[in-house]
Antibody, heavy 122, light 110 residues
Framework: EVQLLESGGGSVQPGGSLRLSCAAS????????MSWVRQAPGEGLEWVSG????????YHAKSVVGRFTISRENSKNTLYLQMKSLRADDTAVYYC???????????????WGQGTLVTVSS | QTVVTQEPSFSVSPGGTVTLTCGLS?????????PSWYQQTPGRAPRTLIY???TRSSGVPDRFSGSILGNKAALTITGAQAHDESDYYC??????????FGGGTKLTVL
C-alpha cells in the first residue's frame, strides 16, 4: 500500500524559511515523479512544485519560483520542499502527491499524503 | 495567466445525474491537456477519481465518468448519493511540467 507521510509544517514568521519532508513507502520511490500541492484555508488546490525521477528536472508554479525548491533523496525514500522568503499567502496545508510515472511531464496524481499545515504569521 | 474554470457550486438530487465542467480561459480543453479529476471532503486529503480524460482510478465506482464535452472536460456523476457531496477539482497538464487546478466545484446532494 502506498503511504506518503508529510512532516515539517508549523508556524513561521514572514520572511522565514521552512523545510517540508514527505516519507514514502509501499512503492519504488525512485521510479516515480512527485509533486507538492497546497491548499490555503477555505480555498482550492494549487499545484506548487514537481520533480521527476531525475533530480535535475524540477518544476515550480510561478507563485513560488525563486522561493521554493523541490528535491528528493531516493536513498531515503524522501521528498522535500525547501521554502524561503515565506509570505502570509503561503499559509496552507501542503500535500505530497505521487505521479503515475517517473517523467517530469507526468500528467496526474495517483496517491496523496494527509498533508502538513504551514502557517506564516507574525 | 492561464485560468482553469469550474462552476463554483452545483446541486443534484439523490439519484440524479450531474455534469461538472472544466474549461480554459484562453483555449479549448482537449485530451492533450490530460484532464484529471479529484474529490475532496472537508478536512481530508484529495482522492483521485479520473485521469487521462476518462479513465477511472482504482476503486472508483462506474457512477463517475469523464469526457470532453464541447470545449471543456466534464465529470458526470450518475445516481448521485449523499456521500458524493464533496468538492471536485479538475487539473490540466499545461506542458513543460506545469499543472494547473481549477477553482473547484462544491457539490451539494439534496
Amino acid at each position: 500500500e502506498v503511504q506518503l507521510l508529510e512532516s515539517g509544517g508549523g508556524s513561521v514568521q514572514p520572511g522565514g524559511s521552512l523545510r517540508l519532508s514527505c516519507a514514502a513507502s509501499g512503492f519504488t520511490f525512485s521510479s516515480y515523479a512527485m509533486s507538492w500541492v497546497r491548499q490555503a484555508p477555505g480555498e482550492g488546490l494549487e499545484w506548487v512544485s514537481g520533480i521527476s525521477t531525475s533530480v535535475g528536472s524540477t518544476y515550480h508554479a510561478k507563485s513560488v519560483v525563486g522561493r521554493f525548491t523541490i528535491s528528493r533523496e531516493n536513498s531515503k525514500n524522501t521528498l522535500y520542499l525547501q521554502m524561503k522568503s515565506l509570505r502570509a499567502d503561503d499559509t496552507a496545508v501542503y500535500y505530497c502527491a505521487k505521479h503515475e510515472d517517473g517523467s517530469g511531464y507526468a500528467h496526474y496524481f495517483d496517491s496523496w499524503g494527509q498533508g502538513t499545515l504551514v502557517t506564516v504569521s507574525s | 495567466q492561464t485560468v482553469v474554470t469550474q462552476e463554483p457550486s452545483f446541486s443534484v438530487s439523490p439519484g440524479g445525474t450531474v455534469t461538472l465542467t472544466c474549461g480554459l480561459s484562453s483555449d479549448s480543453v482537449s485530451t492533450t491537456y490530460y484532464p484529471s479529476w479529484y474529490q475532496q471532503t472537508p478536512g481530508r486529503a484529495p482522492r483521485t477519481l479520473i485521469y487521462n480524460t476518462n479513465t477511472r482510478s482504482s476503486g472508483v465506482p462506474d457512477r463517475f465518468s469523464g469526457s470532453i464535452l464541447g470545449n471543456k472536460a466534464a465529470l458526470t456523476i450518475t445516481g448521485a448519493q449523499a456521500h458524493d457531496e464533496s468538492d471536485y477539482y479538475c487539473m490540466l497538464y499545461m506542458g513543460g511540467g506545469i499543472r494547473v487546478f481549477g477553482g473547484g466545484t462544491k457539490l451539494t446532494v439534496l
